[in-house]
């Protein structure tokens, strides 16, 4: 078989960085492990009843049995690495005992001399490696090879037979003739049948499980051995780890067991975690669970699109918006009152502009004398990695006004590096159902949102359900209908159109006859009236995003003067605040402090901060979840404190 580098991947016999330290050590007994043992033994016991007394049916007991090959190949897996004790004597004992659901016709100590070499030689020929027998040769003979990869053991073995020293080469052939032998006697005696649905038939299945998911998944088609680039000699493959992980026995990080063999299987996730980006600056070799390769840089923007999305320690979106100057690149227009506006990023600050789906930034200008802010939504899928936003002309806007009237390519503009938490984690191998609704210029977050998802989520559908005015006034009308097909239904809504498919409002009634049953999650964006009537009307997951907010207050049923202390990049300020007065954030500000915000309204959540100490209510609030308040964060610029001392952390 051909063996090729994953593309992206550029091949390298250089001399790589040392090994990190897995931060894993072997425990006294990996009671995981035990368990493993006495689990797969106690199904081995069921099975044994089903062929024997029990009369069940082969469809139930071959899996059953090839489950336990399988699961006792992890038991002396992690035996031959010394992976299950410090105790050297504990190890020999579980691999001794899982060795005859393996293999039962050879010992323990032949097939770790094996292990080792495949080990020591991966990715060799396999006459060297013995594992490379199950990706040689053309792909019609791999079933075939993972079938015999047992058998392919015993003739590697024979090969070296005298140089193994007799202590184990022994014991190897008596073991081997004694097995046969008590086989034979077996089926003699008229149990032949119950040996071959018992042990030869489900072992089989098993051991080609094994070469496949053990050998050839983790090894295919990569060009390095371990000696050359330990780093791209094995992979690991990401995704799914919900039910990969469990399934594969943790073998889906293979290339964590092969970089630090001892390591604990059930360790193997948390040692890839902890030492991430030393493995990627070592070019490690990576894929998704289907098979697509990924390049160190195509993983960071994989994970960033399907981790869980509360924010990570590091990561970019993580830290506190910023502002920085940035460029105008284009300005292109986009409807009779709308344009596009693209910035150039620099490199150096290419990781604090990276973005995921649904995140906005906040543009900062003096226009006509007065310091305004605006956030506008990105348009952009992630993986385009452009910082491109819309903005529609509001009649009397002055800064949507200044955006399509006065700002040219070539304007240098503050731009707050991205931010928000209108989207879900997406995950390549899920099926999901997601129905989007939008008014007008409501559309901008979804357009990455849609484009993001269908491209991470290749079984998942987007319907959209959008509502303008006219066909000339709606925002991305070309663009979405090339991205309509199968996996993306589009409905206009057209209020100043009467002739239209739809004429009309959106309202709950025209969602529930066009949106489709089994929604997985619901993205409302638009005017505060359109997304509080929607939510209230839906049930499941639902993520609203309001553009236009309706001003009101909170019920304060206080009226206190409260000491107000504030956490801004780690300098604290205190001033003092009456609970009926400013927001915290207004009074923040006139004390000379720079807090970040953007919209002013409870929409964008740019001046969250978390309330270590007594109490602030909010006027509204659009963009927190019930968690994140139970937590304590509140939007500085709705709150209100209502205890004699608040404390606020803006970094926290
Ligand atoms: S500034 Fe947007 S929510 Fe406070």
Redesign the pocket.
């Known amino acids: 078989m051909s063996q090729t580098s994953p593309p992206g991947l550029a091949p390298s016999r250089q001399p790589v960085l040392g090994l990190p330290d897995p931060g894993e050590r072997v425990p006294t007994l990996a009671v995981p492990t035990v368990a493993l043992y006495f689990l797969t033994l106690a199904l081995f016991a069921g099975e044994a009843y089903g062929v024997i007394a029990g009369g069940w049916s082969h469809w139930l007991t071959v899996p059953m049995g090839a489950a336990v090959t399988f699961l006792m190949f992890s038991v002396l897996h992690e035996s031959t690495h010394h992976a299950i004790s410090t105790n050297t004597r504990i190890n020999d004992a579980f691999g001794h005992v899982s060795m005859p659901f393996v293999a039962a016709y050879t010992i323990f100590p032949m097939l770790k001399f094996i292990h080792i070499e495949h080990h020591r030689n991966t990715n060799e020929p396999m006459m060297v490696d013995p594992d490379q027998w199950t990706s040689s040769g053309p792909a019609w003979q791999l079933p075939f090879r993972w079938a015999t990869l047992d058998l392919w053991y015993l003739v590697y073995y024979l090969r070296r037979i005298r140089e193994r020293p007799l202590t184990e080469s022994v014991p190897t052939v008596l073991m081997f003739s004694v097995v046969v032998g008590v086989a034979a006697l077996l089926t003699a005696n008229g149990h032949g049948a119950d040996v071959v649905w018992l042990y030869l038939v489900p072992q089989r299945f098993g051991v080609v499980l094994l070469a496949w998911w053990f050998d050839y998944l983790p090894h295919h088609g990569l060009t390095m051995t371990q000696r050359e680039n330990k780093y791209q000699a094995t992979r690991v493959r990401v995704g799914g780890e919900s039910w990969m992980t469990p399934l594969f026995v943790y073998q889906n990080y293979h290339l964590v067991h092969h970089l630090h063999p001892s390591v604990p299987f059930y360790r193997y996730v948390r040692a890839w975690r902890r030492n991430e980006q030393a493995y990627l600056d070592r070019n490690a070799a990576i894929s998704t669970w289907f098979g697509r390769s990924l390049t160190p840089n195509e993983y960071r923007t994989w994970r960033r699109l399907t981790e869980d999305l509360a924010p990570a320690a590091g990561h970019a979106s993580a830290q506190r918006p910023v502002f920085h100057p940035l460029r105008v690149s284009s300005i292109e227009p986009l409807t009779e009152d709308s344009k596009v506006v693209t910035f150039d990023v620099p490199t150096d600050l290419a990781l604090e502009y990276s973005y995921i789906q649904g995140q906005h930034i906040t543009l900062r200008a003096i226009v006509h004398g007065t310091d305004l802010r605006r956030s506008y939504s990105i348009v952009s899928p992630v993986s385009a990695n452009t910082l491109r936003i819309a903005v529609k002309q509001i009649p009397g806007g002055v800064f949507s006004s200044y955006v399509n009237d006065e700002l040219q390519p070539g304007d240098i503009l503050d731009v707050m590096s991205p931010t928000g938490r209108f989207q879900t984690a997406l995950d390549a191998g899920a099926r999901r159902s997601y129905v989007a609704v939008a008014a007008g210029s409501g559309i901008t977050p979804l357009m990455s949102i849609m484009a993001t998802t269908l491209e991470t989520e290749p079984a998942s559908t987007f319907t959209l359900i959008y509502g303008n005015r006219t066909t000339e006034t709606t925002m991305f009308a070309a663009e979405l209908e090339a991205m309509a097909d199968e996996r993306l239904t589009i409905h206009h809504v057209l209020s100043g159109t009467p002739g239209a498919t739809l004429p009309g409002r959106i309202t709950p009634e025209l969602v529930r006859e066009l949106a489709p049953g089994g929604v997985s999650a619901w993205f409302l964006c638009g005017p505060q009236e359109l997304v509080d009537t929607l939510g209230a009307s839906i049930d499941g997951t639902v993520l609203t995003e309001v553009f236009h907010t309706e001003p009101s207050q909170a019920e304060i049923t206080v009226d206190i003067e409260s000491t107000v202390m504030v956490s801004l990049d780690g300098v604290e300020s205190t001033f003092v605040l009456r609970s009926s007065g400013d927001t915290i954030?207004d009074a923040a500000m006139q004390q000379g402090l720079e807090p970040p915000?953007?919209?002013?309204?409870?929409?964008?959540?740019?001046?969250r901060a978390k309330v270590l100490l007594g109490k602030a209510v909010m006027d509204q609030n659009h963009?927190l979840d019930d968690a994140e308040i139970a937590t304590g964060y509140v939007?500085?610029?709705?709150a209100h404190p209502v205890t004699e001392e608040v404390r606020l952390d803006y970094d926290a």
């Open positions: 954030l915000y953007s919209c002013a309204g409870g929409a964008c959540g740019t001046c963009v939007l500085t610029c709705q």
